[in-house]
């Protein structure tokens, strides 16, 4: 299996190219919505989350990015309702100046299908506060922040445990209502963190992989990939958005 990651530039000010394009693949109603942020980073990362997603899943569909439709589940994750044959897991997430996008390419038929894909993106220099991982992650992972040397080591592990929870829940698609000390994160150093769930309520299933990465110089992002069934370990590619437009 392979899971591409497409990274664009957002701008914090005027719509720049990228943009502009995308604003172009969206329906009216996501326009409408658009124009309802009130601050230019929010509206542009809108925009081109919508609309590369729109690219994205149309130019392996075969159709065209205005003839894809979305639907929302219970929580509000986004899904393809429409053309049938266009629809696969996606996912977008943003951060301050990038917005990225996951999707896994179409496999042969013998390959098990990605059910679930959950992506998060945040600026390695963002402040990070103690108070939030004492109060919301679960006690191995505060453990494991305690035993952190040095400020700068501690956020970056801040980091890497918020995006892969935010993967995860995003994921499944339950976002915040799943308690983030519900599930705990082992092997959080490394390049394929191992979750752990501590919540006999929380069945989500089996085969979960995970990559921590940075998808350019100055930011750190999660995935989170379920198929249902053992498989090798997806191979990760980074993708520019900006090349493409």
Not at 49 to 74: E, T, W
Not at 111 to 129: K, S, W, Y
Request: charged share 25%.
């Amino acid at each position: 299996m392979r899971i591409k990651v497409w990274h664009a530039t957002s701008s914090r000010q005027d719509p720049g190219r990228v943009e502009q394009v995308c604003e172009s693949y969206l329906d009216s109603d996501e326009r409408r919505r658009a124009d309802q942020f009130r601050q230019p980073t929010s509206r542009n990362q809108h925009v081109i989350g919508r609309g590369m997603a729109r690219r994205l899943i149309g130019d392996q569909a075969g159709v065209n990015p205005s003839q894809i439709q979305f639907g929302l589940h219970q929580y509000g994750k986004p899904f393809v309702s429409a053309p049938d044959d266009a629809a696969r897991p996606f996912n977008v997430a943003h951060t301050n100046g990038l917005v990225l996008c996951g999707l896994a390419e179409e496999q042969p038929t013998n390959v098990p299908p990605l059910i679930q894909l959950g992506v998060d993106v945040e600026a390695i220099d963002r402040r990070t506060d103690p108070a939030i991982a004492e109060r919301f992650f679960s006690k191995p992972e505060v453990d494991h922040l305690r035993g952190c040397v040095g400020d700068a080591e501690r956020r970056l592990a801040f980091l890497r445990i918020w995006t892969l929870k935010e993967s995860f829940i995003k994921a499944i698609g339950t976002g915040m209502s799943t308690p983030l000390a519900d599930f705990a994160f082992d092997q959080i150093d490394s390049a394929r963190p191992v979750i752990r769930m501590l919540s006999d309520t929380l069945d989500v299933g089996e085969c979960w992989q995970f990559s921590v990465f940075e998808p350019r110089p100055g930011f750190i992002a999660a995935t989170a990939v379920c198929t249902g069934k053992q498989t090798p370990v997806p191979e990760l590619m980074l993708m520019s958005f900006d090349e493409m437009v």
